[in-house]
C-alpha cells in the first residue's frame, strides 16, 4: 500500500484534536519518566554497556533515493553514534518474522507511555518502504521518519527534515532455537540541530533518554514475543568524531541499493 501524498509529514499541519493528544502526551510524561527512572534505580533486567571509539565501519549505507525531505547522517551535527541494543529472549512464543510484524504493526506496545508515541501519519502499519511515521515527544521535538527497508525479520527507518536526529534506525529479530529468539535495534545518528548537539554532547540528556527508552523497549519487545530476557540487555555505543574519525567522505563512497525486500537480518 502506498503512502497517501495528503498526509506526508513536511505538509502536515496539528490541528485542534493535535492539540489535546499533545496536552493529554503531557499529562502521561511523568509517569512516563518516572518509568525510564525506575529502570536505573532498580532495573528488574540487567543493562551491559560498553563504550568503544568507532571510525568510518560505523557509518549507515548512503540513501539511494535520498530526496530534499531526508535528513542523513552527514547532515547533522557534531559526534556521531552508532549504537546497538540487543536482547535475547527464552521461551518465545512468537518466531523472529512474527514478532517483527506485531512490532511493526504497532510500535507503541513496546515504548514507555508518555515518554514517546509512534503516530502512523502515512503508514499502513505493514512499513512498507516509503511509508511515513512521526515519533511524538512531549514539547517541539517531533519526530518525522520514512521507512527505508523492511524485510521478514526487520525494517529499518530514516529521518526527515525537522528531526531531533539525522540518521537511520533499525529493528531486527533472528530465531536462535525453538523457543529463543534475538532482538536488536540498531541505530546511527548525530544531532539533528545545534540545539539537539548541545543535549547530546555536552549535556548527555538526550543520549540517556534514548538510552533509557530502546533498553526498555527492548525488554517489552521480549514481553511481546511470549518469552523472558535471558542475561539482560547489551548496549554498545561506538562514538565517531566527525568528520575526522569518519573516514572517507561517505559522499564519495557509492550508496547502498534499497530495494523493498531484503535479506538482511540481526
Sequence with gaps: MA???????????????????????????PRGVAGLLWRCVRPDVPVHVRE?????????????????RDQPIEHGYGPALHREFRVRVLGARRRASELIDAIARDMNRAVVPGVARFDYVACSGEMTVGE???????????GPVRVLR???????????????????????ARDLDTDELEFAI?????????VADVLYTRMGLAKQVQY?????????????AGGRVSGGVDVVTRTVHWPDGAGPDPAEEPPEKSPEKSSRAV
Design 3 to 29: 503512502p497517501d501524498p495528503s498526509l506526508y509529514t513536511s505538509h502536515w499541519i496539528p490541528g485542534p484534536y493535535q492539540v489535546l493528544r499533545e496536552a493529554l502526551l503531557l499529562t502521561r510524561l
Design 52 to 68: 568503544e571509539i568507532g571510525d568510518h565501519r560505523d557509518m549507515p549505507p548512503r540513501l539511494a533515493d535520498a530526496t530534499e
Design 132 to 142: 511515513e511515521l512521526v515519533v511524538r515527544m512531549p514539547g517541539p521535538w517531533d
Design 150 to 172: 523492511r524485510d521478514d525479520t526487520a525494517f529499518r527507518l530514516g529521518t526527515l527534515v525537522g528531526h531531533l536526529e539525522a540518521g537511520q534506525i533499525e529493528f531486527a
Design 186 to 194: 540498531t541505530t546511527w545518528a548525530r544531532a539533528g540541530d545545534p
Design 212 to 224: 533509557l527508552l530502546w533498553v526498555e523497549f527492548c525488554v517489552r519487545a521480549a514481553a511481546l
